[in-house]
Every structure is written in C-alpha cells, then in structure tokens.
C-alpha cells in the first residue's frame, strides 16, 4: 500500500478519529456484555469478540469509519446452539460462519445489495432506531430518580456542548463527567460493573474442543448458514447508511469478504460471531469518526480498557450510557420519512411501513428486510405490468388481423398478453408483431406458444414478427409453436 493511499484511508482524520473511536469503546462494553447474556456465554466472548472483530475489520473491512462487534441479532441466533451444545460448538460454528462469508464475498454476493430499495433501507434503519430505544428501556423502568436526572443531564450535555466546543465528541463529555460525578456522590446506581465480571487477561488462540466428523458439521452447519444471512445483511445495510451518512463510497463484496475473515480469527481467540453494529457505527460517524483508524482505535481500546482499566470501566454509570443510546436512536430514525408518507408512492410508503413493523415485532432485522423485498419486488412487478400495451388492426377486408405488443412480457404481464388475442371465426391470417417487445422468461414464452397454437387449431396461419436477439434466443430454446413438438400437440397428442 502506498503513502498517499494510507493517508487517505488511515491518517486523513487522525485526532477525530481517534476520538471517536474511544467514545465507541465505550460504548461496546455492556453492549458487548449485553449480548453475551442473549446468547447464554460469559460476558468476556463477547469482548474478546468485540475486539478481534472491530480489529481485524480496520483492516479488512470495505467500509472505512464502520464499527463491527459483537450483535445482538448473531445473539439471538447463537443462544439454541450455545443450550443444546455448549460453547466449543459457538466457536466451530463462527469459524464456519467466517469461512461462508468470504465465500459469499468471494462470489460477489455483496452486489445483491443493489436489489434492495430505498423504502426497505429506509424501513430497516428506522426499525433499528426503534429497536435501540427500546432496549434502553430496562434502563429507565423501576429506578431511581437519580437514574432520570443523570440520564437526563447526559443528553443535555450531548445536544448541548455541541453548540459551546466540538473539539471534543459530546458522548465522550457525557460518559467521563457523568463517571466523575456519580463516583464523587457515591451514587447507588446501576453501573457497567453489574451488567457482568470483565475479562482479566489477553484472549488466546485456540483450537474449538470438537470432534472434527461430520455429526459436528451437521450440528453447526444450519446456524453457521443463518449467522451468514443475518451478519452479512446487517453489514451491507450498516455500509449503507455509512454510506449515505459521509456522503462516501464503499466495496460491498470486500466487506463481506472481511466479515468472513474477522469472524474466523473470532472463532479461534474464544469470541462469538458477529458484524457491523448500526448504533456504534452512527456514534462513530457522529464523533467525527471516518476511517479505519476510529475502529481499529474503538477495538484496541476496548480491549485495554476492561482487561487493564476493568476496575475503572465497571465504575461507568449505566444512565450515561443510555443517553449515548438514545442520542444514537433519534440520530438513526429517519424523521424525513413521517413527511414522505404523504408524498411518496404508496406502494413505497407500504414497503417501508411493513419492513418497519415485521423488524420491531420480530426483533429479527433479516425477515424485516426479507419482507421489505419481497413486497418491492410484487410492487414492481405489478407496475410494470400495466405498461403492456397491444394495439389490433385490421387488412384485407378484416381477413389479415395484426397484434402489435408494446412493452414487457413476463410472469406477471402474461395473462394479459394472453387475454388480448380475440379469436374470430372471419380471420384468416394474424401476426404478431413484438418490434416493440421484449421477452422476460418463460411464461411469456409459454404465453406466446398458447396464443400461436390456439389460433393455428382453427387454421388461422401466424406469422411472429420482430423479436430482439434476446428475446428470439429464449423463445428459440423454450418456445415450442414452430417446432416438431406444436405439430404433436395440434394434433391432439
């Protein structure tokens, strides 16, 4: 790697990124410890996942200034393995998971990203805005009033300093300052001490204690797959919105590959799967976070701070943390969106609604965004096929009848390509003329042969007029109406 292209991914933002990453360190150790519960392992698998992947990330990652860690939707996914076979499997399977992630950057998975729509991502960060809030809400439910007013101070130092200094990031103030002073007046609240026991030694490397037969693999296989799904789905989403958030470009299938790559280091330093965190990411952009430096620094940190400084980290008030949160929640939701309802499309505005409400009711960001796709597909599908447009005229005394089709011919246009041949008994010749057409799959092309062999059973002879040289190629290899087969079937065989 040359100079210019070091400066310009790693020391372009030095001082903002350094900062930034440190808030972000922060900020990872309950989430960290958080998720190791969700999945049913001690808290330092998580943290040990946290730094090897925020790490390894810096480097291998397609996305410059994106955090990944461990999650809370790998969590989810994790917690039945972790029951049912215990923890040496967890880390079989984010080996896999690893391995099928640079597979799948491998093959250039990551350029599918270009099939969801704008609704969806917007339905997906929205969802996740929503999904962070409430999360803190544990936080804020049968405490102390001391809970709300340090909470409440937190976010007025967020949104406050700003408009004083922004030399340094905000969330760092609110943490350090809110620290001091819940250690200063002996506060009896929650702290990050009690969300679970921080590691005191340096991860290793080791091999997972599992039989290496195919009984394991069969074990592993199904969650490694599903880990895949959801880490990679997450990840291009997150670069996604990096994406938009720093007005920057990213590779979408190196950031798969280096998915694979930190969650297979991950699996052999004790950590648990995981990938690019939306909440974490937005603080880091939002510090002033913008390249590699901010996660390697967030991961480094991370790392010193619980082994070496653990006793000072558990000291952290929770409450602090919670306003970082919901700083992160408001800056995430789209609020443009409320006002687009009224001015978008409805198909969109359903899409969006829907990828929102399956996301928050199922806490699962991969069927949210499943279902978002799957409606912008049928959405699209059915705008398109109102653009078929067929116009008849007629010659030869009304004997010669010609058919020419304007527009798409696919799954979801057929029927009605099909519906607008009229079979008169006075015709004695048709054509169909497809200048203007074009040929999606095979249903359009079974269409055509129904329409061709309907009007040859009652002797009208069809002349099919103008295919391009795609559509002629998939009506050569499909179509049956001009070979030996139609003679067959005209016949009654």
């Given at each position: 790697?040359?100079?210019?292209?070091?400066?310009?991914?790693?020391?372009?933002n030095?001082?903002?990124d350094v900062?930034?990453?440190?808030?972000?360190?922060?900020?990872?150790?309950p989430?960290?410890?958080?998720?190791s519960?969700?999945?049913?392992?001690?808290?330092?698998?998580?943290?040990y996942a946290?730094?090897s992947?925020?790490?390894?990330?810096a480097f291998?990652?397609?996305?410059?200034g994106?955090i990944s860690?461990?999650t809370g939707?790998?969590?989810?996914?994790i917690?039945?393995?972790?029951?049912?076979?215990?923890?040496?499997f967890?880390?079989?399977?984010?080996?896999?998971?690893?391995?099928?992630?640079?597979?799948?950057?491998?093959?250039?998975?990551?350029?599918?990203?270009?099939?969801?729509s704008?609704?969806?991502v917007?339905?997906?960060?929205?969802?996740?805005?929503?999904?962070?809030?409430?999360?803190?809400?544990?936080?804020?439910?049968?405490?102390?009033?001391?809970?709300?007013?340090?909470?409440?101070?937190?976010?007025?130092?967020i949104y406050g300093?700003?408009?004083?200094?922004?030399?340094?990031p905000?969330?760092?103030?609110t943490?350090?300052?809110?620290?001091?002073?819940?250690?200063?007046?002996?506060?009896?609240?929650?702290?990050?001490?009690?969300?679970?026991?921080l590691p005191?030694?340096l991860?290793?490397?080791?091999?997972?204690?599992?039989p290496?037969?195919?009984?394991?693999?069969?074990?592993?296989?199904?969650?490694?797959?599903?880990?895949?799904?959801?880490g990679l789905?997450e990840?291009?989403?997150?670069?996604?919105?990096v994406?938009?958030?720093?007005?920057?470009?990213?590779?979408k299938?190196?950031?798969?590959?280096?998915?694979?790559?930190?969650?297979?280091?991950?699996?052999?330093?004790?950590?648990?799967a995981?990938?690019?965190?939306?909440?974490?990411s937005v603080i880091?952009?939002?510090s002033?976070?913008r390249?590699?430096?901010?996660?390697?620094?967030a991961?480094?940190?991370?790392?010193?701070?619980?082994v070496f400084?653990?006793?000072w980290?558990?000291?952290?008030?929770?409450?602090?943390?919670?306003?970082?949160?919901?700083?992160?929640s408001?800056g995430?939701?789209?609020?443009?969106?409320?006002?687009?309802?009224?001015?978008?499309p409805?198909?969109?505005s359903?899409?969006?609604?829907?990828?929102?409400?399956?996301?928050?009711?199922t806490?699962d960001?991969a069927?949210?965004?499943l279902?978002?796709?799957?409606?912008?597909?049928f959405?699209f599908?059915?705008?398109?096929?109102?653009?078929?447009?067929?116009?008849?005229?007629?010659?030869?005394?009304?004997r010669?009848?010609?058919?020419?089709i304007l527009?798409?011919?696919?799954?979801?246009s057929?029927?009605r390509?099909?519906?607008?041949?009229?079979?008169?008994?006075?015709?004695?010749?048709?054509?169909?003329?497809l200048?203007?057409a074009?040929?999606?799959?095979?249903t359009?092309?079974s269409?055509?042969?129904?329409?061709?062999?309907?009007?040859?059973?009652?002797?009208?002879q069809?002349?099919?007029l103008g295919l391009?040289?795609?559509?002629?190629?998939?009506?050569?290899?499909?179509?049956?109406?001009?070979k030996?087969?139609?003679?067959?079937?005209?016949?009654?065989?």
């Open positions: 790697m040359s100079f210019k292209s070091l400066q310009q991914t790693w020391f372009f030095v001082r903002n900062l930034a990453g440190l808030v972000v360190a922060l900020a990872l150790i989430e960290a410890i958080a998720f519960i969700i999945a049913g392992v001690d808290p330092k698998v998580g943290l946290s730094f992947i925020a790490t390894i990330i291998a990652g397609g996305r410059p994106m860690a461990a939707a790998m969590a989810l996914v917690a039945s393995l972790v029951k049912d076979h215990g923890l040496q967890l880390l079989a399977a984010t080996i896999l998971t690893g391995v099928l992630q640079v597979i799948a950057g491998w093959v250039k998975l990551g350029t599918l990203m270009r099939f969801v704008r609704s969806v917007t339905g997906f960060v929205n969802a996740l805005a929503i999904l962070i809030f409430m999360a803190q809400l544990p936080e804020l439910t049968n405490v102390g009033w001391q809970v709300y007013a340090m909470t409440a101070a937190g976010l007025g130092i300093l700003p408009y004083l200094t922004k030399a340094v905000s969330p760092l103030v943490i350090v300052l809110l620290t001091g002073v819940s250690m200063y007046l002996g506060m009896d609240i929650r702290t990050v001490g009690d969300m679970g026991e005191d030694s991860p290793v490397f080791l091999l997972p204690d599992v290496l037969n195919l009984d394991t693999l069969l074990i592993i296989l199904p969650y490694s797959a599903t880990l895949m799904v959801v789905l990840s291009l989403m997150t670069a996604t919105i994406d938009d958030m720093t007005d920057t470009r990213s590779n299938n190196r950031e798969c590959m280096g998915q694979g790559v930190a969650n297979v280091a991950t699996g052999f330093l004790g950590g648990m995981g990938c690019a965190m939306i909440g974490q880091n952009v939002k002033g976070g390249g590699r430096l901010s996660t390697l620094t991961g480094l940190v991370l790392l010193i701070l619980v400084l653990g006793d980290v558990k000291q952290i008030p929770m409450a602090a943390l919670v306003a970082v949160m919901i700083m992160v408001i995430t939701f789209n609020w443009a969106s409320f006002r687009n309802l009224r001015e978008h409805k198909s969109s359903v899409v969006m609604i829907a990828t929102v409400l399956v996301t928050v009711a806490h960001l069927r949210g965004v279902t978002g796709v799957l409606l912008s597909g959405f599908a059915h705008k398109i096929a109102q653009i078929l447009r067929i116009q008849v005229t007629s010659s030869d005394e009304g010669t009848r010609t058919y020419q527009g798409q011919v696919f799954f979801a057929a029927d390509f099909v519906d607008a041949f009229d079979l008169d008994e006075s015709i004695d010749q048709v054509r169909i003329d200048t203007h074009h040929f999606w799959d095979i359009a092309v269409a055509l042969d129904k329409v061709v062999l309907k009007f040859r059973r009652k002797g009208v069809v002349e099919v391009n040289e795609a559509s002629a190629t998939l009506v050569d290899r499909f179509g049956v109406h001009d030996d087969v139609a003679e067959d079937l005209l016949m009654g065989h």
